[in-house]
């Protein structure tokens, strides 16, 4: 009897003296594994009288249920412990200012910058960010847009499908971003201005061409908005992204299938030694293409087109930046090169507001 209190007392001293969740398991097989002293003990059992192992059985396994209680208790204290200690030990004070380092080197690609700044412009002109996603039907990136089934529009946009579900039907990686325009109109009651900056795809590449690029769409649904409106739009765009007083733009007559009129927009620039600056000289640079959404797509998204007319335009955003930042290979742009980073890209906290300046 005095032997098992003794065993109880040791066994717990040192479960109590376990420093670690290794100690305590250490514990643990001393007393209660295959050699362990109290398995020792029940195994001593076998070999008693009926009356003698009741007796001794029923203290041996109380001895046994202490031992585990105990250790229960202090393994759940010192996973605490440890959890703490962890804690403490990994503290990121976000108080902190950034380290010298990532300012020093770190720098926003100019595809974001000009997100940024395009974003900027547009909502000073009250419009919000709708997005969509890359995957998108062949519905809403080709026919709700006016293109029908087997309409030669479809061809030019070099399309990447996926294989055909089980129904026919096919998704695609969306070829521009004005399938967003669709999303919008199902999604919102107009008055609508949302501008749609996003990744798009086609299956092309060269200098001016990159298998992914960006656009941004900007929709405008409204009683009565009008060409008016969108070149008004366009001109105060221009005239804040390329940051020059006045710019002179030209409206070409062209063909979209998802507006009438369409129209595509030059805008003037001059090109002396190999530098393009805009606000100035005799060249024109097409920049975009946009016009009034076409009846039959304002139909297609459940709007009345007798009650709402609105516009639309698309403009290459690695286009901009290739023509604002002065970069003349497109792919470059998404080969992931530090050293060309570090030499087109933007200081991290220098971001773009209108009276700070675009582009610092
Ligand atoms: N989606 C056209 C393209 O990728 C660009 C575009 C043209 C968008 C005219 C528009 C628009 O919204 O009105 O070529």
Redesign the pocket.
Known sequence: MSDLIALETESLKAIAAAADEAALENVRVNALGKKGTISALLSTLGKMSPDERKAEGAKINLLKEHVTEALVQRKAVLKNMALEHRLKSETIDISLPPRDSSLTTGRVHPISQVMDELTTIFADMGFSIAEGPDVETDDFNFTR?NFPPGHPARE??DTFFFNPAADGTRKLLR????PV?VRTMLSQKPPIRVICPGR?YRCDSDQTHTPMFH?V???VIEKGAHLGHLKWILQEFCKAFFEVPSVNMQFRP?F?P??EP???VDIQCSRKGGEIRFGEGTDWLEI??????HPNVLRNCGLDPEEYTG??????IDRLAMLKYGISDLRQMFEGDVRWLSHYGFKPLETPTLAGGLSG
């Open positions: 847009l030019m946009h070829t521009h971003t004005s325009q798009t656009q769409e900007g929709l062209s979209f998802f507006t369409s129209v595509e975009l293409g946009c016009g009034m959404v516009f639309a335009w698309g403009m290459g």
